[in-house]
């Protein structure tokens, strides 16, 4: 990438990493002003589950506002309290009801309220709780094969598995959700949750709720969600043949080619170009070859950050960053609405 006039990067040397720093006096804007001109966002790769993008034109504590919000204050559904009739399974009461709360549900929370701070543990709304149902009992398999050791064969019910988590309507919730069985199921259905033998038996009743990851994990709506800054190579000298192989084995797949030239004279040669330094994971393994250490410049671009969002498969990525766009909008009007009652 090509750098402009006035544009400070973070340098990475050998034994030191830095940052320029420059002032430009020519641009009478705003601090407001500069931001709105700079600022732009560009997808790079979008999936179900799974989007990449870069924010440009802004300052690091934006884009870890992002990623903190999309860990810890964008909201999901999560069982939260487990009522257990039976459970003679191996697993003891607290374990099974903190395996059951980690299980991801398929449910939109934009469709429910946070519930009330004060109400009793055994009460629920069908404004802002889903209640379900696990029971599963082990017996032997009559019709097992003779010769079958494997528990699949010689037991029912042996595994007791997410898919077993029945959804169970709560006041109308069964008229305001006909599809309500596959809309609020767990969001995959081959999760172990306990291995049984017969005599065996789990009977429980579980209520999920909306609530964020500050709260607890459990509500996270991400998998990871993090960013980097953008990377810059720049090849200060010719490197050709061999150098040129060791030149790309120093930096990650796919950052540096090594392209086939020839002279005026016909003689043909390898010579190294960036190709793509975005996948570049700034390891500087250049600078332990003395004949490579002074051909390469590498930097980092300050204001341009490579951002990943992976959802557990709730809600789209894309869907929850804009979600985190709507908390930290919701936060800023707080805060403008405290300053105008500061001193009054």
Not at 274 to 302: F, G, H
Request: aromatic content about 8%.
């Amino acid at each position: 990438m090509e750098k402009r006039p006035g544009d400070p990067r973070w340098i990475m040397r050998e034994h030191e990493i830095f940052k320029e720093y420059s002032r430009e006096t020519s641009d009478k804007s705003t601090a407001v002003e500069k931001f709105i001109k700079k600022l732009r966002i560009e997808i790079v790769r979008e999936e179900d589950k799974e989007l990449e993008f870069d924010i440009i034109g802004c300052d690091v504590s934006l884009a870890n506002a992002f990623r903190r919000i999309l860990i810890s204050e964008v909201p999901s559904m999560a069982i939260d309290k487990v009522f257990i009739i039976n459970n003679t399974s191996l697993l003891q009461d607290e374990v099974l009801a903190h395996r059951l709360g980690l299980i991801p549900l398929r449910a939109d929370p934009r469709l429910f309220e946070y519930p009330p701070n004060e109400r009793a543990d055994d009460e629920a709304s069908d404004q802002d709780t889903l209640k379900y149902e696990l029971k599963v009992t082990c017996t032997v398999n009559p019709q097992a094969p003779k010769y079958s050791r494997l528990s699949e064969d010689m037991y029912r019910n042996s595994k007791v598995y997410s898919k077993d988590i029945k959804w169970v309507p709560i006041g109308r919730q069964g008229d305001m959700f006909p599809h309500g069985a596959e809309q609020f199921s767990p969001l995959d259905s081959d999760i172990l949750i306990c291995k049984m033998r017969p005599g065996h038996e789990i009977h429980a009743f579980m209520y999920a709720v909306k609530g964020i990851g500050k709260d607890h994990a459990k509500f996270s709506p991400v998998a990871p969600a993090r960013y980097r800054l953008m990377p810059a190579i720049e090849l200060t000298k010719p490197v050709r043949n061999e150098d040129a192989d060791l030149l790309q084995s120093c930096f990650s797949p796919a950052v540096i080619d090594v392209i086939e030239q020839e002279t005026s004279s016909g003689e043909k040669y390898r010579e190294a170009r960036v190709k793509n330094a975005r996948y570049d994971s700034c390891a500087r393994n250049v600078y332990r070859y003395e004949q490579l250490k002074n051909c390469v410049e590498m930097t980092r671009i300050p204001d341009h950050f490579i951002f990943n969002i992976e959802s557990v498969g709730t809600l789209s990525s894309a869907v929850l960053f804009t979600e985190a766009v709507k908390v930290l909008k919701n936060k800023c009007r707080t805060f403008l609405a405290e300053l105008e009652h500061v001193g009054k």
